[in-house]
């Protein structure tokens, strides 16, 4: 297995995991599917005018609403409670703990940690060996083959 990616609350390293079983617990803890998560834990709000879809312009609006923020907790605990399970630890980790750990003027960061996380984990089954035996990203092909011009 690959190592977890990991975040640091309260001194504690703490592994995530991200897979359907956590896809199930954040539709019905968190009351969206974890493509919805941008709304309605992140508060994700495009800064850039092109309407580009990269997260390279975006503002979180997260730290600023305490209903999110509430969400996040509750997603690092889905997210790390896989992650201490998946690692042999017990997964101990409670909301309470999460929100009273988190330093204030981090929330943000861990915001883009649990983005990096769902989407690292949407996208891992998206790759296929080639014929060369090289890995390619069956979403960036496509995203880049709709962006050229028909012919």
């Known amino acids: ?11 504690r390293t703490i592994p995530l995991h991200y897979s359907t079983y956590e896809t199930i617990a954040i ?7 974890a493509f ?6 992140f508060g994700v709000e495009k800064i850039d005018e092109d309407g580009d879809e990269t997260l390279g312009n975006i503002k979180l609006d997260v730290a600023k609403d305490t209903v999110k923020m509430m969400k ?11 992650g ?3 690692s ?14 988190m330093k204030p003027s981090m929330i943000v960061i861990y915001a883009l940690a649990m983005m990096t996380v769902i989407t690292t984990g949407n996208m891992m089954e998206a790759k296929r060996e080639e014929k060369t035996g090289e890995a390619t990203d069956v979403i960036l092909e496509e995203e880049k083959a709709k962006k050229q011009p028909e012919t």
Not at 1 to 11: A, C, N, Q, S, T
């Open 88 to 101: 042999g630890q017990e997964p101990d980790l409670t909301d309470k703990w999460i929100l009273r750990h």
């Open 1 to 11: 297995m690959d190592k977890l990616p990991e975040i640091i609350i309260g001194g």
């Open 72 to 82: 996040m907790g509750k997603l690092i605990r889905i997210l790390g409670n896989a």
């Open 36 to 41: 919805q998560l941008k709304d309605e834990v």
């Open 27 to 33: 539709q019905s803890e968190i009351g969206c599917t």
């Open 84 to 86: 201490l399970e998946e």
